[in-house]
């Protein structure tokens, strides 16, 4: 349920923002003039704003699609994201959305039709070249698909272009909307895992792992491809037979050969948006581990990181092809 619907004058007549509030009959709403009238200010509350969040509806002006930032690791040559929405649903305490941004109320920005042309004008410039999109990066690509449809109206915008490819990143079960479409290669629905034990401790409405391999399931059966990545491994006294049992339940219900790739990385936040968690959750064990600041990343010492990934790595490729696999390694 969200507390509050906030809706920009300039979407107050979009069909998409009639169809959003259609749904949240029961919950106030107030027109406002620039969602970062409520979004922006600092000195909120986030930890109170996270547990009953608002609703904004608003409209993306321009750079609708950017270049990732460097070292993010998957994709090809040409790699951008694109934000259709800002936060999300669930609490994982490792994200880096949590020192984002000022509040923890949801935006959607309700005119995909303007994404769609960027992406579209992206791709006329890279005719010969793929051209890859990654939509989670401000929040999970599938986690409200119910509301936003986001995916019901990507899919076939991704399909009409050739060289465009595109990362649904996601630790939801939102798959039903997907299913309603013919399955394309050039769309990866990419699930992203922690070991039971963190899943348990700082995965905060995040489903079960037993429900998010069944929707990957799902999406295998009907033809879709998928990817694994897991991001972050958190050291705890267990994490390597906690990794390897994972390992083992996924790849005893998906087959490895339908994966289109995984990665896999240790815990680590940017400087400041760890700065942000921390302060928010000052009594969060995760952010009192031996954590070293190293070129503007905080995370595990060297040493330990390379251990990790070492055993994380040994038992991943005992399972999948090693053509699929991308580590992702932060330390210079
Ligand atoms: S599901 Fe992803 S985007 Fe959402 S809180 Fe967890 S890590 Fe962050």
């Not at 040409?78 to 305490?93: A, V």
């Not at 490792?94 to 923890?104: E, K, P, T």
């Not at 005893?252 to 289109?260: A, Q, T």
Request: hydrophobic fraction near 35%; include cysteine.
């Amino acid at each position: 349920m969200v507390s509050c619907v906030y809706v920009e004058s300039s979407v107050k007549h979009h069909e998409r923002t009639l169809r959003i509030l259609a749904r949240f009959k029961n919950a106030p709403v107030v027109e406002i003039e620039h969602h970062g009238e409520v979004f922006n200010p600092s000195a909120q509350n986030f930890r109170l704003q996270k547990s009953n969040p608002a609703l904004i509806l608003a409209h993306k002006n321009n750079r609708h699609a950017l270049p990732t930032p460097e070292g993010y690791g998957l994709g090809g040559k040409h790699n951008f994201y694109f934000s259709h929405m800002l936060n999300c649903l669930y609490d994982c305490r490792y994200c880096f959305l949590q020192g984002m941004y000022n509040s923890a109320h949801q935006v959607i920005f309700v005119n995909y039709e303007d994404f769609d042309d960027d992406i579209t004008q992206i791709c006329a410039q890279h005719q010969s070249e793929p051209v890859w999109f990654f939509s989670g990066y401000d929040c999970d690509s599938l986690a409200y698909e119910p509301v936003t449809q986001f995916a019901n109206f990507f899919v076939p915008a991704f399909k009409k272009i050739d060289n465009a490819w595109l990362e649904l990143r996601t630790k939801s079960t939102q798959v039903r909307q997907l299913l309603k479409h013919e399955p394309c290669e050039r769309i990866i629905t990419a699930f992203s895992f922690t070991e039971q034990h963190s899943h348990d401790k700082l995965e905060h409405g995040v489903p079960s792992i037993e429900k998010r391999i069944d929707a990957m399931r799902l999406l295998v059966e009907a033809g879709w491809p998928i990817g694994l990545r897991f991001d972050p491994i958190v050291y705890h006294e267990n994490y390597q037979a906690s990794f390897s049992h994972l390992l083992e339940t996924i790849f005893s219900i998906i087959d490895p050969n339908c994966l289109h790739s995984v990665s896999l990385g240790a815990f680590r936040l940017p400087k400041n948006n760890f700065r942000q968690v921390n302060k928010l959750y000052p009594d969060e064990s995760l952010f009192h581990q031996n954590l070293v600041l190293d070129n503007g990343i905080v995370g595990y010492p060297l040493a330990q990181e390379e251990e990790m990934m070492r055993y994380c790595e040994q038992q991943l490729l005992q399972h999948i092809p090693t053509h699929c696999y991308q580590p992702c390694k932060w330390h210079e």
